[in-house]
């Protein structure tokens, strides 16, 4: 019998006094995701009075529905609406306690060397090399069970990837998660109600509570305090459940933003702070992806088992063309949303189909043609895909085609938004070559929102030094998938646990 997890301690608004919550601390930390949790157990080690204050709310466990609407309505940013500006782009993101670490499929890739090593050239992040980060990788391997799905993890929908791949000649193998005894029940997006998936709130969060970390959750950060370069203090505003505001404030020595790649910027943006080289919120990238369905005789039940299990593409070369396809389907209902299941007797039939259909998504490294942005003090994300990206798209939709024929498909669906197929292996290039690049012409969705902080040595070019502290500010650091220079073409989140590690370590050192 496994030993019982340490308990998360959560002070939610209905706890708080009505006249509020005023809280001294030597570090406050904003945000409660992949970088946030990561800095607080790290610096709570380390003998430090540390708050996370985390907008969304305390969602346990045993709440978890394993149902992807109520959970989008629940545990996501904008209850699953956050849009790009252009309105054919969802950007989904964790909004609850643990983040988007609690609704990610724990698909974990270190990233690319060529990745790394273009921060060095481009940005002059030599402190980033992949040499520098093995030991944090390292360290957040051992520490969430990071290891390659078992070959009984691996569902006949990943098992065809593979085999179609390697006919191929292209790189494909078992996909690398942070679970632990896995119970292969296909609902990682929707929260995991048996704490197998090693997320932020079963993880760092309850290790950080233990050492004595305040965590405080519907707890959304607003103003700033600055007394010269510092920020002295943050005032935020808990609502409860039934609308009820109280003010929190929080005196802290230490201020850490990681509230991922969209609120950090507009926090700073919100506070006129941190722009002196006017990149806050410019550079947004978030490896936009398109799902691809397979058609085949034979039943495959492709969300049958864990969620993501295979893997395919030329990862190691993300500047030069390569893509990523990740072996996953989330349901039959969720199959209707990815491509045109036709109106009628039409859909009737694509919908019974959908227990034969082999499933992946794409992704690409895309190249930071975004922003984020306040209009009127509303959000905004300005984000479509130029024609360099789409050249991308369009070879991982080709790479996509080509496997599932050689996998034994019949038939390829396209992520269109009107109805678009393959009949054929013959047909690929010709319908590939066909498509074209514009808004609302396919069913794009993007899990990975990076970039609007960017890190550089420079601090004429970049918002967040080698460090991860802002250059306009002495006592701020940024830690999440916002300072990353470049997009990754793989799942962010290792690389986010391993730099935010590696930040941790940094304000230690500098006491």
Same mark, same amino acid.
């Given at each position: 019998?496994?030993?019982? =997890?340490?308990? =998360? ?23 409660? !995701? @992949? ?60 909004? /609850? ?7 990610? @499929? $724990? ?74 005894? /896995? ?8 929260? /995991? ?17 233990? =050492? ?25 505003? &808990? ?20 509230? !991922? $790649? ?15 080289? !006017? ?11 398109? &799902? ?34 990740? $072996? ?41 043609? !975004? ?85 550089? $040595? ?11 502290? /802002? ?9 999440? &998938?916002? =300072? ?24 230690? @050192?500098?006491?």
């Amino acid at each position: 019998m496994s030993e019982p =997890l340490p308990a =998360l301690k959560v002070t939610e608004p209905a706890m708080m006094p009505a006249s509020g919550l005023r809280l001294r601390a030597d570090v406050v930390i904003i945000g409660s !995701g @992949a970088s946030g949790a990561v800095t607080a157990y790290e610096l709570s080690r380390s003998g430090a009075k540390v708050v996370v204050l985390e907008a969304g709310p305390y969602v346990r466990s045993t709440e978890f529905q394993e149902h992807a609407p109520t959970a989008l309505e629940t545990l996501y940013e904008d209850h699953g609406n956050q849009v790009n500006t252009t309105g054919d782009l969802a950007i989904l993101q964790g909004k /609850c306690v643990g983040g988007s670490t609690v609704v990610n @499929a $724990a698909v974990c890739f270190r990233a690319p060397n060529q990745v790394l090593e273009s921060w060095i050239t481009e940005h002059g992040l030599e402190n980033l090399s992949p040499e520098a980060l093995e030991p944090y990788f390292e360290r957040v391997e051992r520490n969430l069970s990071i290891r390659q799905n078992a070959p009984h993890e691996v569902n006949y929908n990943g098992q065809l990837l593979i085999e179609g791949a390697k006919k191929l000649g292209i790189a494909a193998e078992p996909t690398t998660r942070n679970v632990k005894n /896995c119970a292969l029940s296909g609902h990682c997006i929707s929260g /995991c109600r048996t704490d197998r998936k090693q997320s932020m709130l079963v993880t760092y969060l309850p290790w950080a509570s233990e =050492l004595g970390a305040t965590i405080l959750s519907g707890t959304q950060a607003e103003t700033f305090e600055v007394r010269d370069r510092r920020i002295t203090a943050v005032n935020a505003t &808990a609502v409860t459940a039934n609308g009820a505001k109280k003010p929190v404030r929080v005196e802290a020595g230490l201020v850490v933003v990681a509230a !991922g $790649a969209v609120q950090t910027p507009l926090l700073f943006q919100r506070n006129k702070l941190g722009n002196s080289s !006017g990149q806050v919120g410019l550079n947004f990238a978030c490896h936009p992806s398109l &799902a691809v369905f397979g058609e085949h005789e034979q039943n495959i039940y492709a969300w049958a088992g864990a969620t993501i299990t295979a893997h395919a593409g030329d990862i190691e070369n993300p500047l030069h063309g390569g893509y990523l396809l990740e $072996a996953g389907m989330v349901g039959p209902v969720v199959t209707s949303t990815w491509v045109d299941g036709g109106l009628g007797s039409d859909f009737l039939e694509f919908m019974q189909s959908s227990k034969k259909f082999q499933a992946a998504v794409t992704l690409i490294h895309d190249h930071n043609v !975004g922003r984020v942005y306040l209009d009127g003090g509303r959000k905004r994300i300005e984000y479509d895909i130029d024609d360099q990206d789409f050249e991308a798209l369009r070879e991982a939709l080709r790479g996509t085609a080509r496997i599932y024929f050689a996998a034994g498909a019949k038939r390829v669906y396209l992520p269109t938004t009107r109805r678009t197929t393959i009949e054929s292996a013959s047909e690929i290039d010709s319908v590939i070559d066909g498509l074209r690049n514009g808004r609302h012409l396919y069913r794009l969705t993007s899990y990975h929102p990076q970039g609007t902080m960017r890190m550089g $040595a420079d601090p004429s070019r970049s918002v967040v030094g080698p460090d991860g502290r /802002c250059h306009d500010l002495d006592n701020v650091y940024v830690p999440d &998938a916002s =300072l990353f220079p470049s997009s990754l073409l793989v799942n962010p989140q290792l690389t986010v646990y391993g730099i935010a590690s590696y930040v941790a370590d940094r304000m230690l @050192a500098r006491g």
